[in-house]
């Protein structure tokens, strides 16, 4: 089992930052694969960012936030992270921060991929 817990959720205004973090806990942190998801108002839950292991594995990103999110994760505070910058209106929406059962190479952008996820944070951005 793995517990998580998102946190820095915010407003913001168009063109500003949020770090985003997500707290870990239950298994060993690094030994699964963690990944964060959007969903806005009446949108499907999209895919924003995965890392195989945060002990150094690939990376992937969804298009739309390319150059702009970075994922990352910090060993010493078994803590999932999600820097966000040059953010937009269509940035706005509940982000989620999900595990999978073990690593997995390449990380899979499938939200039914994470049997884990946490209770989300609100990002909103106004312009």
């Known amino acids: 089992q793995v517990q998580l817990v998102e946190s820095g959720g915010g407003l913001v205004q168009a063109g500003g930052s949020l770090r985003l973090s997500c707290a870990a806990s239950?298994?060993?942190?690094?030994?699964?694969?963690m990944g964060w998801f959007r969903q806005a108002p009446g949108k499907e839950r999209q895919f924003v960012a995965a890392?195989?292991?945060?002990?150094?594995?690939?990376?992937v990103y969804a298009d739309s936030v390319k150059g702009r999110f970075t994922i990352s994760g910090d060993n010493a505070k078994n803590t999932l992270y999600l820097q966000m910058n040059s953010l937009n209106s269509e940035d706005t929406a509940v982000y989620y921060c999900?595990?999978?059962?073990?690593?997995?190479?390449?990380?899979?952008?499938?939200?039914?991929?994470?049997?884990?996820w946490g209770q989300g944070t609100q990002v909103t951005v106004s312009s």
């Open positions: 890392i195989s292991t945060v002990r150094g594995g690939p990376i």
């Open positions: 999900a595990a999978s059962s073990g690593v997995i190479i390449p990380p899979p952008r499938g939200g039914n991929e994470y049997p884990y």
């Open positions: 239950g298994r060993t942190f690094g030994s699964y694969t």
